[in-house]
């Protein structure tokens, strides 16, 4: 089946222990993203990336770190957390030959104490 | 830069009644657009989709005209159902490997 997986799902965490959320798509895909989901500012990007080794930022990148070793994964780091960062976080994939049609993932809620 | 504008919610309707929710965009060049849309607890799912000028996307009943001379992208859906409640965001990139650009989403209820 064509996914894309996160983990965790859910996380509660405290202000300074870094974190990592982990991101898988099955389905080939060149392009990857990382979005956040905050109540009344819809979904911002903060990272995307075209393709292995090739990351750039989006539009809330501060506090983030991505890399793209692999063309399946593309991992958020957190290195220092920090309570502004508790949302809702989503990763998508797309291919180029698919009209950049984006598939997401099923979302991981942190909770930054 | 690139952005998009949607009407604010939340939006509550009748079963069957007619819905717009308003899209405009600002982007240099000639965008593709999207609408998506999240059902309660899930990720999101493309609903449809326009590459170019005129293209009509359409899917499960909702249309969505690519308006160049207006920048807009409004979504419309004749009759719709309780199933279709959820929220609704509209998006825009510029091309393939670029950036995505979403508005704030809009959240429609539908009662019976």
């Known amino acids: 089946e064509a996914q894309v997986t996160q983990n965790p799902r859910y996380l509660i965490t405290v202000t300074g222990k870094k974190l990592t959320v982990t991101c898988s798509q099955n389905?080939?895909?060149?392009?990857m993203s990382w979005y956040r989901q905050d109540p009344g500012l819809g979904l911002r990007q903060i990272y995307y990336?075209?393709?292995?080794?090739?990351?750039d930022k989006g539009d809330v990148p501060e506090g983030y770190k991505v890399s793209r070793k692999e063309k399946r994964n593309f991992p958020l780091i957190l290195e220092s957390p920090s309570p502004n960062q508790t949302s809702l976080y989503f990763c998508?994939?797309?291919?180029?030959?698919?009209?950049?049609?984006?598939?997401f993932g099923p979302g991981t809620r942190l909770t930054v104490l | 830069g690139d952005s998009v504008t949607q009407m604010e919610g939340p939006v509550t309707l009748s079963e069957e009644a007619f819905l717009t929710i308003n899209c405009t965009y600002t982007?240099?060049?000639?965008?593709?657009l999207f609408w998506y849309v999240q059902y309660p607890g899930e990720g999101l799912q493309l609903l449809l989709k326009?590459?170019?000028?005129?293209d009509k996307g359409s899917n499960k009943g909702f249309e969505a005209t690519y308006r160049k001379e207006t920048t807009s992208f409004h979504l419309e859906k004749g009759s719709v159902q309780v199933s279709d409640s959820a929220v609704y965001f509209c998006a825009l990139t510029a091309g393939a490997g670029n950036q995505f650009y979403f508005g704030t989403g809009t959240s429609l209820t539908v009662i019976p």
């Open positions: 389905m080939n895909h060149e392009y």
């Open positions: 982007a240099t060049g000639y965008p593709s």
């Open positions: 998508a994939s797309s291919g180029f030959r698919k009209n950049n049609e984006q598939f």
């Open positions: 990336s075209m393709n292995v080794e090739v990351t």
């Open positions: 326009a590459t170019k000028a005129d």
